[in-house]
């Protein structure tokens, strides 16, 4: 059997560059204060030996940990359905890469995962921590606040005042559904329905406000509560034909549930755009230019939006909030 190398160490590149192992130490933990010249002997001889700097040992140094947790709070059979997870999830991965900084996934099923999640923040296995897809009465905010990691929040958060420092990026969802609302209504529609997000989720409250704020004469039958999936969209679609059998028009609170709609009329013999125009929300591309027909829709940059919450967690950022615009994509379902 062939036995293994020894491991390069500190103490072996700093002979091989001839300086101090202390120098050498500042080097590679990127500390200030080495000369130039002295730098580069040091890079040089790093790669000739192919060093490898134990993290354990340098988490103790440096107190880092180069990883992040990305927490979402909802369970694993909603993440992995739902693309518009992957495409956050995706730009969080590009931007902590890119940094050399590695993503640690928590998901919670229930209530008992929250606390878990809090103790693993607590117990300093990361240098912060990304949060999506929180709920109104989520415990994980308080929970995360404890824990003491700097924390950056995907979403307007319920409870934030806007003045408290809280960080976070969210899109216009209520300028995106005005924008919805008001293309239906140009249309010649006269019975805009809304089927919302789940109601306990600050986008899906801002997409209803947007709503509202086009049509505040709609009755309460026009709006009925989905929860931001297919099957949702698709039992809120029959309950408003059922109760509004003239809806012309209806503007979903997601693309998923907007797909689950199309299902539905179809079924019933509606013609999409002829008899009922449709508008979701999102704009993924493998949802929206799959339905039959393509689905018209608000468009937000998801990628963008995880990409942003890395960079201001990585930066330190103290600002408050930052909200991406949204622009309407149109198709023809509407």
């Not at 809280?166 to 300028?175: E, L, P």
């Not at 799959?290 to 998801?302: E, K, S």
């Amino acid at each position: 059997m062939t036995e293994t190398a020894p491991r390069p160490t500190l103490e072996a590149v700093a002979a091989r560059a001839g300086v101090s192992r202390a120098t050498a130490s500042r080097v590679v933990n990127g500390g200030d204060g080495v000369r130039e010249p002295l730098v580069e002997r040091v890079r040089r001889a790093v790669e000739e030996l192919g060093y490898v700097p134990n993290q354990a040992a340098r988490s103790l140094v440096t107190r880092r940990h180069d990883a992040i947790a990305v927490v979402v709070a909802e369970p694993e059979t909603r993440v992995f359905a739902d693309p518009f997870f992957a495409l956050q999830l995706r730009g969080i991965s590009k931007e902590l890469t890119a940094h050399d900084n590695q993503l640690v996934l928590l998901l919670t099923e229930g209530r008992d995962d929250h606390a878990r999640v809090g103790r693993y923040l607590a117990g300093g296995h990361v240098d912060g921590a990304l949060v999506f897809s929180l709920h109104l009465d989520d415990p994980l905010p308080e929970l995360i606040q404890r824990a003491g990691v700097p924390t950056v929040f995907g979403g307007r958060p319920g409870w934030s005042d806007g003045t408290s420092g809280v960080v976070y990026v969210d899109s216009d969802n209520r300028g995106g559904a005005r924008e919805a609302v008001r293309h239906l209504v140009g249309l010649g529609r006269t019975r805009v329905a809304h089927i919302t997000g789940a109601l306990d989720q600050t986008s899906a409250v801002d997409r209803l406000d947007g709503f509202r704020d086009v049509l505040a004469d709609a009755g309460p039958r026009l709006v009925v509560e989905g929860d931001f999936t297919p099957a949702g969209g698709e039992r809120a679609m029959r309950e408003l034909l059922d109760r509004c059998p003239d809806v012309d028009a209806v503007f979903a609170a997601n693309d998923l549930t907007a797909a689950g709609a199309l299902r539905v009329l179809r079924e019933r013999g509606r013609r999409v755009p002829d008899d009922v125009a449709v508008i979701g929300f999102d704009d993924m591309l493998p949802v929206a230019e799959q339905t039959d027909p393509p689905l018209t829709t608000v468009r937000q940059d998801i990628e963008e939006m995880g990409r942003l919450m890395a960079r201001l967690l990585l930066r330190g950022s103290a600002s408050a909030g930052v909200v991406l615009p949204t622009t309407l994509v149109r198709r023809a379902s509407a």
